[in-house]
């Protein structure tokens, strides 16, 4: 688990660089992926805008919504990466990669903004008192 702050994207860039997130990115867009790959926030920005992000993976059968992490991961919009032509048969292949369209700014930097907005908008509920977590627990 390292830290990042909300005010600095370069801290979220050292923990998650651009070449981890070209990675993930490709791994998500495997058809048969049974894990989604990318990063967990795992605590609401301090005063300082101070937060804990870490690389993360998660079967894809996961529900979305977590109480105590949020996890983000990135996706190839419009396959930017390739994509399959239709062929006159009907039938779909890999014949030529398309061109891919042309997206308006950098997909790297707009994962690392709606990161800093998932931390912004992080609520997790606070930690359980340390005495409920003392004592004998049965058995």
Known sequence: MQTANIHDPS???SVYPRSAFDNDARQNARDKEAVEHGVMILS?????GNFSLTRSQR???EPDATTHSIFLS???ENSEYGALIPSDTGYDGPIEPAEAP?????PYM??????IQAARDA???PPPPAESLKGFRGG
Do not use: R
């Not at 609401?44 to 300082?48: F, L, V």
């Not at 042309?102 to 950098?106: A, E, Q, R």
């Not at 707009?110 to 990161?115: A, H, I, N, P, R």
């Open 44 to 48: 609401m920005p301090d005063a300082d």
């Open 123 to 125: 609520h997790f509920p």
């Open 74 to 76: 990135p996706t190839l």
């Open 59 to 61: 079967h894809i059968g």
């Open 102 to 106: 042309k997206t308006s700014g950098d």
């Open 11 to 13: 801290s979220i860039e």
């Open 110 to 115: 707009s994962f690392v903004e709606s990161l």
